[in-house]
């Protein structure tokens, strides 16, 4: 038996295993994505193969949160990609001022500046006070720490000049206040998030949007969950609502083929937004 059809039985076995120990359901994302992050999980704790992982995910607590972080969070700056938050803006802006109580779904969030970017981007249109951040992330505990953190105030520089590039109108220091050495969210652009597990995955439509962001999960799923994440973005929109997503390089989206394709226009393509037909 070659060493690859072994890998491939291995990254099987931890895959149920993880599912089994955790509830965590990696079983249909993209291969290669996922052995690129355990080659270098496996690498930075000097893991000499992937059966190796799965005795110790399985027998150690601690290593299984670990590996669970690398797998699902991602680093992101405040205002990441400045001039894709700048068309998001621009798109947004006439279509929720047009609804009285407006509701955003913040897919599968990975990081806290997701969130503080959409709640600052969001005042600055006069939207938020009206509108409904609903904020999802597959696995509870990694919930409670997105939820819960801030970010390191030597990024604010850095983070400034993505959000003047954005389309920013005022200050960061407006929207933080700064606490041991981290800055956090001001509590009244706290008040009108709510925070819950769901999986994009297993769960089904919660709720009826406006507006759906989903910033760069999806490129870590194979086909099939890709597909169904994206016909569940498309049962969970309202009429002519709209979706965002994180465009991947050098790729033709799923939204601009067949299916998808009748049931969506491309609203600014390089950068991932498209509107539901009605």
């Known amino acids: 038996m070659n060493a690859s059809v072994v890998e491939e039985i291995e990254l099987d076995l931890l895959l149920e295993a993880i599912y089994r120990c955790m509830g965590d359901d990696f079983r249909g994302f993209d291969r290669a994505v996922l052995m690129a992050k355990l080659g270098k999980f496996m690498r930075g704790h000097d ?9 110790i995910i399985l027998h150690d ?28 803006r621009q798109q947004v802006r006439p279509w ?26 969001l005042e600055e249109e006069h939207l938020y006070d009206r509108t409904q951040i609903y904020v ?4 509870e505990c990694l919930l409670q720490e997105i939820r819960s953190t801030g970010f390191a105030a030597d990024k604010l520089a850095a983070y400034e000049k993505n959000y003047r590039g954005s389309g920013g109108q005022h200050s960061l220091g407006d929207y933080l206040t700064l606490e041991d050495g981290r800055f ?3 509590e009244p652009l706290l008040r ?12 089904t439509s919660f709720n009826e949007f406006e507006l759906i962001i989903c910033c760069e999960t999806l490129s870590d799923f194979g086909i099939g969950l890709r597909w169904r994440a994206l016909r569940l973005f498309t049962d969970s929109l309202t009429a002519f609502g709209m979706l ?27 950068h991932g937004i498209y509107r539901r037909n009605g």
């Not at 999802?136 to 696995?139: E, K, M, P």
């Open 184 to 186: 956090l969210l001001k």
């Open 61 to 88: 607590g601690g290593k299984r949160e670990l590996l669970l972080r690398n797998l699902v969070l991602r680093p992101t700056a405040l205002f990441d990609d400045p001039a894709r938050l700048l068309s998001l």
């Open 136 to 139: 999802t992330v597959a696995n």
């Open 192 to 203: 009108n998030i709510t925070w819950s597990q769901f999986s994009l995955v297993t769960d």
């Open 47 to 55: 893991i000499a193969t992937v059966s190796a992982l799965q005795n």
């Open 96 to 121: 929720l001022r047009s609804h009285a109580l407006p509701r955003i779904w913040l897919a599968e969030c990975a990081s806290i500046e997701e969130v503080y970017t959409l709640a600052i981007l």
């Open 244 to 270: 965002a997503l994180v465009p991947v390089k050098g790729e033709t989206s799923e939204l601009e083929t067949v299916p998808f394709s009748l049931t969506y226009k491309p609203l600014v393509a390089e």
